[in-house]
């Protein structure tokens, strides 16, 4: 009779331990977005670094990352026949966040990544005006039969010390990478 209230108070400890440590409800006072960094492409031969971003409303997450190619803004002055292989490196994924504690939350990640190989060509200059910039860079063109596609899953840990930012530590298949987020929701109170 004693091991079954023993077993019985375990039970009830357990179940009251794990309330606490997966409350959904932490996931609801944070809206963020911030910047990513990291290697997209990775273990492919198209491995490089890449810049991205990321949102997340009351524990959706959704981000991206992407590589530009190499010789996209080379600003030298004997280029005017040059030709680059370059490649392209890009990845998208998302999550819902699972609370462990109220500062750590785990991400299963799932997603869609994509490489591909194409020339930079050096003779042609493009320009993108912006309302108070002028951006030039040459041209990319993906070679026809090199775009490969991929399911891309993982994993990461948003680790959020304090109400204001998250810091974020993502692996997957086709990326590793971390960033940081601004929680917006923070500065209204």
Partial sequence: MKKIILIALLTISVGANAQQMFDFSWNSPRMEGGFNFGEAGSFTPYARLALGANILFHGFYLDFLKSEPQHRYTNVAEVSDAKWNDSVAFCINASYQIPVFKWLRIM???????????????????????????????????????????????????????????????????????????????FVD
Avoid at 138 to 155: A, D, E, I, S, W
Avoid at 179 to 184: D, E, L, R, T, V
């Fill in 108 to 186: 299963p990640m799932i997603g869609y990544a994509q490489t591909n190989e194409g020339i930079t060509d050096g003779s042609k200059l493009d320009v993108e005006v912006d309302d108070y910039s002028f951006d030039y860079y040459h041209p990319y063109k993906v070679t026809p039969g090199t775009r490969t596609h991929y399911f891309n899953y993982g994993g990461g840990l948003s680790i959020q010390p304090c109400k204001w930012f998250s810091i974020n530590l993502i692996a997957t298949s086709r990326a590793i990478y971390g960033g940081f987020s601004i929680n917006a929701l923070a």
